[in-house]
């Protein structure tokens, strides 16, 4: 009996959706593991197979896995809410920072009075004179509103950043 | 001079969309409404991400009332993704979280400065116990206050603050608990 090289990598969820041969070079195998056929049905529901391949060959090898999750995540919530899939996330997000940084200024102004009266009384700095004047960092997320594009996506409509690091 | 009955050419300008397919732009086309001429990258970057035919089906599964708004979150998403195309819309949703996480933590201690401030300030209005409770502390006179944040009540935190006062200084222990306020953000 030739010992043929029966042994061959399950197909991976993309290639099986779509009916065919996974090969080595597969873009999709690393990150679309037949275990999870949902994951990649969902991106493609959403995104297309050939944007989501054309995507990942734009970015680079040790980024891709990221961009996959990141695509899954968005789709899910697109599927979830087809109106604004997870641009309500956002927009949420953004009227609760808007609302703390208006909470977090007047609390500010108040200390700044009460510092602003005992160094003119005490000829003191009181403690924590940094901390009362918290800074954030100056970049910019571009802000959604549902006429975004009618006023123009712009760095500059949401005031409030934060420093360079991100959450990631 | 008979008049023209067909429309002049201006007056049909094809939709974005079809502008960038090249076709003809129908009466009935889904993107027309959504997609004007005047913004033509708007499509193209929806059609980048999304692909035309994605997003007809999407729109053809909503109410017409609904459509407006799902191809600006389609289009918003379609430009965070094009200016981060590892991360896209995610990206932006960290962001934001650690921007809330933050503000509540500087929220939160800004919150707690500022109590002691107003409860030395009412004290010393309120009482001439005659010690200098601004910056009195360090020794064995450190008196820390017992802090109860009930806003809405100030005139019985102010006398409960006295009272316990008054009863450590007769006491002879100066020091008292403080617990801070619940803040609620």
Not at chain 1, 13 to 34: D, E, H, V
Not at chain 1, 95 to 115: C, F, G, H, P, S
Not at chain 2, 139 to 168: A, E, K, T
Request: glycine share 8%; with cysteine.
């Amino acid at each position: 009996m030739s010992s043929s090289s029966s042994y061959s990598n399950p197909p991976c969820a993309a290639c099986k959706f779509l009916r065919r041969k996974c090969l080595p070079s597969c873009i999709f195998a690393p990150y679309f593991s037949p275990e999870e056929p949902i994951k990649f049905t969902t991106v493609h529901k959403v995104f297309g197979a050939s944007n989501v391949s054309k995507l990942l060959n734009e970015i680079q090898p040790h980024q891709r896995e990221d961009a996959v999750n990141s695509l899954a995540y968005e789709a899910e919530a697109r599927l979830k809410d087809p109106v604004y899939g997870c641009v309500g996330a956002i927009s949420v997000l953004q009227r609760q920072v808007i609302r703390l940084q208006k909470e977090l200024d007047a609390t500010n102004a108040d200390l700044m009075r009460y510092t602003n009266f005992e160094q003119v009384n005490n000829n003191q700095i009181m403690v924590n004179q940094e901390r009362s004047n918290f800074q954030y960092g100056r970049r910019m997320v571009p802000s959604y509103s549902s006429s975004a594009w009618n006023s123009g996506i712009s760095g500059d409509q949401n005031n409030i950043g934060i420093d360079g690091g991100s959450g990631r | 001079m008979a008049s023209s009955s067909s429309p002049s050419l201006s007056s049909y300008s094809p939709c974005a969309a079809c502008k960038f397919l090249r076709r003809k732009c129908q009466p009935e086309c889904v993107f027309a409404p959504y997609f004007p001429p005047d913004q033509p990258q708007k499509f193209a970057n929806v059609h980048k991400i999304f692909g035309a035919s994605n997003v007809t089906k999407l729109l053809n599964e909503l109410q017409p009332h609904q459509r407006e708004d799902a191809v600006n979150s389609l289009a918003y998403e379609a430009d965070m993704r094009l200016r981060d195309p590892v991360y896209g819309c995610v990206g932006v949703i960290s962001l934001l979280q650690h921007q809330l996480r933050q503000l509540q933590v500087d929220l939160s201690c800004a919150k707690s400065e500022l109590s002691k401030y107003q409860n030395l300030g009412d004290i010393a209005n309120t009482t001439n116990l005659g010690f200098n409770l601004i910056g009195g502390g360090g020794g064995g006179n450190q008196l820390l206050y017992h802090h109860q944040f009930f806003p809405r009540d100030q005139q019985q935190q102010q006398q409960q603050q006295q009272q316990q006062i008054i009863r450590g200084l007769e006491g002879g222990n100066n020091s008292f608990d403080t617990t801070g306020g619940g803040f609620r953000i």
